[in-house]
């Protein structure tokens, strides 16, 4: 139903930038959440940021002040910004979609995940 894309991945300098895209194609919900996830080996998936369909924003502790989490609506991109990069930052990034879909026996619960897109950071 909802296929997510991410790019922009790579190897940057500890300090650096880097800013991650994601495309999305397919069902167009109108309630719905997106937001950027990252996970690395034997570690459970965590949120480093998500916005809602109200562009409200909210930033896991440990990325507050240096990621920037926004969306080009007409472009269907989400975008992650991010600044101020440490090698703790290293991981696979992943694009995430939660909707709502509305059916006559009540509200169903959809998540989609993209492939991720690997983020090292490295002297």
């Known amino acids: 139903q909802v296929q997510l894309v991410e790019s922009g991945g790579g190897l940057v300098q500890p300090g650096g930038s880097l800013t991650l895209s994601c495309s999305v194609s397919?069902?167009?919900?109108?309630?719905?959440?997106m937001a950027w996830y990252r996970q690395v080996p034997l570690q459970e998936r965590e949120l480093v940021a998500g916005?809602?369909?109200?562009?409200?924003?909210n930033y896991s502790d440990s990325v507050k002040g240096r990621f920037t989490i926004s969306k080009d609506n007409a472009k269907r991109t989400l975008y992650l910004e991010m600044n101020s990069l440490t090698p703790e930052d290293t991981a696979v990034y992943y694009c995430?979609?939660?909707?709502?879909?509305?059916?006559?026996?009540?509200?169903?619960?959809?998540?989609?995940w993209g492939e991720g897109t690997l983020v090292a950071v490295s002297s």
């Open positions: 995430n979609e939660d909707a709502t879909l509305a059916t006559i026996n009540g509200d169903v619960p959809l998540r989609f």
């Open positions: 397919g069902t167009i919900f109108s309630r719905h959440t």
């Open positions: 916005i809602n369909g109200a562009g409200t924003t």
